[in-house]
C-alpha cells in the first residue's frame, strides 16, 4: 500500500491518469444507471450528461406542452420523466382506481419533501399525520354549522375589501381574493378575533403566497443543493420573515385563548372553544399551535383562493352564465334559506366551479406517491420501492375524456348530474380519474367539502351583489411552472356593486 502511493506521489502524471480513469467509469457508471429501466424516458439526457440540471429546467418552463406530448406519446403506457419533483414514473389514468387505495404507496413523504419542509421557513409544510383526522373528523362534520359564520364573514369581508362603489373599478383578484378567503377560513378555523385581525389576514395571505412562490424557485434548483442554496436566496429571506411576521400576529390570541381554557379548566367547566387548536389538542397533537394554525389556513388559502379566482375569470369571460347563476341562487336560497343542503343544490354553480377546475387544476400533476415497497402496476409493470409517481392531469383536456375537451362548458357536469341525480361523479367534490382537481383515492383532499362550500357562499355574495368584467381584449392565460398551474397573475377584473335580486345577509341559516 505504501508503495503505491509513493508510485503516485513520485508520479503525478500518473496519479492524474488515475484520477481521470476513475471519474471516467465513474460517468460511464452513472450514465448506464440513469437508462436501467423498462420505462421509456420522455425527457432524456444526453449521452454522458452527469445531472438532470438541463432536462429538468427545460421541464420547468415548458411543462404543460411536455406532459401534453407525453401522454400523446405513451397513451396507455408508464414512462418516465425529469421535472421539479425529481425523477417521477408518470402512469396513465386508467391505472388511478387500482391503485387509490394501496397502502404501499405514500402521499406525506413526497408531499413534505416538494414542498421545501427541510428548509427554515418552511416549517408549516412539515407532514402532521393529524390534519388529514382533523379536517374530516371536526371541520367536515361541522359543515352544518359553519355556512352562517362563513356567510355572516364573507358579508363584512367582500363590503370592506372589494367596496360598495358603484362605479366601475380596478380588482386584483390574486391579492383581494386570498384577503377574502383568508378571512372567511380564519373565522372557521381560530374565531371572530382572529379573522378580523387585519395584521393576521395580510400575514397569513402575505405567507401564503410567498410560500409557493418561494417554492417554485427553489425547484429551480438541484434537489441536492436546496439545503444549502437557500441561504443565499432573497426569496427565502423574505419568506422567513413572513413566517415570523405570522408567528407573531398569533401569539396574542394564542396567549389569550390559553388563559380563558386554564380558567374554564379549574372551575372544572369543558373548554369553551371549538376551533382547529382544540381539534388539534383532542387529538394528542404535541405541534406548535401557531405552526399548526398557519399550516391549516395555507391549505385551506391557496386551494380555495385559487379555485375561486378561476371561477371568477371564467364566468367573466362567458357573460351569458351571470343571469342563470343568480336565478338559481335566489330560487334555491329564497326557498331553502342559506343551508348546507341548499349549498348541494346549486347545480349549475357546482358545474362552473367544477368545469373552472377541471380546465386549469391548480397541478399539473396529481396523485403524487411514492412507493414504500416493490409495488406491480396494472399492468405488469414494477415500481421499486422508493421510486415516485404521478399522474398528469393533461388529459382533463383530452377528447378521449370529454366532448369538447379543449372548450369551456360551464353546463357540462349540470347535464350530467341532470341525466342521473343517482350519479355523484360529476359533482365538485367527487373524485375520479378522469378529473383529478382534488386528488384521487385515499389521499384526496379531505378538505375539499369545506373548500366548496367556501367557494359557493363567496360566489353567492359576489353574484348577488356585484358586476365583475375583463377588460377589453384582456384574456387570461395560465401558464406551467414545472408541475403548478400558475393563474394569470396579470389579469385584473373591473367590478361594480349592483342592486341584488335578494338579500342573501337576511336570509335564514
Known sequence: MASYLDLLLGNPQYAIFCGVTLFTLFVIRYSLLGHVTKFPVLNPKKSLELTSNRVTQDFIVDSKNILTNGRALYKDQPYRAYTDWGKVVVIPPQFLDALKSHKQLDFLIPAEDDSHAYVPGFEPFVSDPNISKVVT???TKSLTKLTAPLSDEASMAFRQVLTDSTDWHEMHPQHDIVRLVSR?????????????DDDWVRASGDYTVQSFKTGDIL???PRWSRPFVHWFLPSCWTLRKKLDEAIQCLKPHLERRSVISAQAEAEGKPSPFDDSIEWYKKEGSTRNPALLQISLSLVAIHTTSDLLMETLFNIAQHPELFQPLREEITNVLSTEGLKKTALYNLKLMDSVIKESQRLRPVLLGSFRRQAMADITLPNGDLIKKGEKLVCDTTHMWNGDYYEEAAKFDGYRFFRMREASEQDKHPHLVSTSFDHLGFGHGNHACPGRFFAANEIKIALCHMLLKYD??????VVPKPSGFGMAYLPDLQAKLLIRRRNEELNIDSIET
Open 137 to 139: 373528523k371536526y371541520l
Open 184 to 196: 372567511m377560513s380564519s373565522r372557521i378555523f381560530m374565531g371572530e378575533a382572529l379573522c378580523r
Open 219 to 221: 425547484r429551480t434548483y
Open 468 to 473: 365583475w368584467k375583463l377588460a377589453d381584449g
